[in-house]
């Protein structure tokens, strides 16, 4: 049979040859930021990838093929897509049906990892419970993902326009593992701190893959989550953050914002509030993760050659 995917020649490479490969997302591209730092960002993480030892795999469907692996070309092009539909496990095989174009979010993300036999994602921050979802039960398809898909998410945690308590507690219902990383209180995206204390801690690539490979031992499937704080010289603290999410949150509650559009929304208006800083923090966590899940998906082959 056909693969549903196609994987470019570098990706490819590194797969066949059994060295270490780290998925990236699309949504943050076309719909978490803005022309031209999307590039840049992109191009950059992926750089710190290969510097790590690892091979960057950036996900998308274009024109109804899923991609595992883009050119600097396809790469340039993706970030200038205005039209990119924001795919996750409901739509994923409608895009691929349909011949649509459209980026993955960290749910679709982690199906095609899995699908292409890639171990380790990195993203920013995942989706989780939206404040008020008591009401408009807004909660991320990215929760159930990592409950039933065997990949590794490496987020600066949950973005924190969330409800953080409430996800981290459906993540705990789920079975999913969160390991805070180096610490012993969750992130909180732009900021360090959540109030929220680390289910688990970890200080090392070499355990969380030690971790891992028990989970595997144990039969036990489904993703885990990797919470790794930003540095604190590079944070934003809460009270600032906070302030500017209560406005965007308001504005898009005027708005009548919902659905899909939510969490883009809201990190347009906040990149607006903070005149470009919240978005410095969100490519500074972005580049963190993206060293750490190089750093794990290293240790990870380590121990399978052990
Ligand atoms: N991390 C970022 N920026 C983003 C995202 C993650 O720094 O825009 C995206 C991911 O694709 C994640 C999505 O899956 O936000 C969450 O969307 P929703 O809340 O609609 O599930
Ligand atoms: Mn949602």
Redesign the pocket.
Known sequence: MRLPFTTSPAVEAALSEGRPVVAL?S??IT??MPWPQNLEMARGVEQLIRDAGAEPATIVVIDGTLHIGLTDAELEALAQTRDALKL?RADLAYAVAAKRTGST???ATMIAAALAGIEVFA?????GVHRGAETSFDI???LEELARTPVIVVSAGA?AILDLKKTFEVLETKGVPVVGFGVDELPAFWSRSSGIASPIRLDSAAEIAAFQQAREALAIDGGMLIANPLPSDLEIDTATIGSWIDVALADSERDGISG?A???YL?KRIFELSEGRSLAT?INL?RSNARLAAEIAVALKALDDA
Request: glycine letters at 16%; hydrophobic letters at 30%; charged letters at 15%.
């Open positions: 997302e949504t943050i719909h978490g996750s979010t960290v749910a993203t920013g921050g995942v989706g991320s398809a990215d973005k899909k939510a969490t883009p990190l969100n972005v």
